[in-house]
């Protein structure tokens, strides 16, 4: 089986393949730091839209200065299997900008897929694809939300029994 987990070039050289033998390349991005509902029914509405769809991920350093300094919980060689583990997801690249811009700008998809907390306006390299797709929120799925969980149930250090 080849490797899912490409590099920026190699992401660029298989895209370009994939478009000129007619397939359609969906993109989202985002951290994933923890797996969640709202982030697989995303994955499965992006991969409806294309035939094929790519997964970026910011970097560890990426991730901890967006959301601090305690952050990733997962690394991201663990985001990026636990990501090509799932059914929709054909191809995952670590980015380590702070947006996926250059990115976008260098691999240009056919449609970039977003979560709906994002305004039209505000969507990061959508001036590099043919079409920007919002898809709404899961209510009371996130990230915060399940981290926020953990320590109102387990603050304390637990054993593993």
């Known amino acids: 089986m080849k490797n899912r987990a490409l590099t920026r070039k190699e992401l660029q050289a298989e895209i370009k393949k994939l478009q000129k033998s007619g397939k359609k390349v969906v993109f989202t991005n985002?951290?994933?730091?923890?797996?969640?509902?709202g982030h697989t029914s995303l994955f499965k509405k992006a991969k409806s839209l294309g035939d094929v769809l790519v997964v970026a991920i910011n970097s560890d350093k990426s991730l901890s200065c967006l959301k601090g300094p305690k952050r990733p919980l997962v690394g991201?060689?663990?985001?990026?299997?636990?990501?090509l583990a799932l059914k929709p997801v054909d191809y995952v690249v670590v980015f380590g900008e702070q947006t996926p811009h250059e990115l976008l700008k260098a691999v240009k998809p056919d449609v970039l897929v977003k979560g709906g907390d994002y305004k039209l306006q505000d969507i990061v390299g959508r001036e590099f694809v043919k079409k920007v797709y919002r898809y709404p929120f899961v209510k009371g799925k996130s990230t915060t939300n399940l981290i926020n969980t953990i320590v109102e149930r387990y603050g304390k250090k637990t054993s593993s029994k």
């Open 76 to 83: 991201e060689k663990d985001r990026a299997q636990l990501l």
């Open 30 to 37: 985002g951290c994933f730091d923890l797996l969640h509902l």
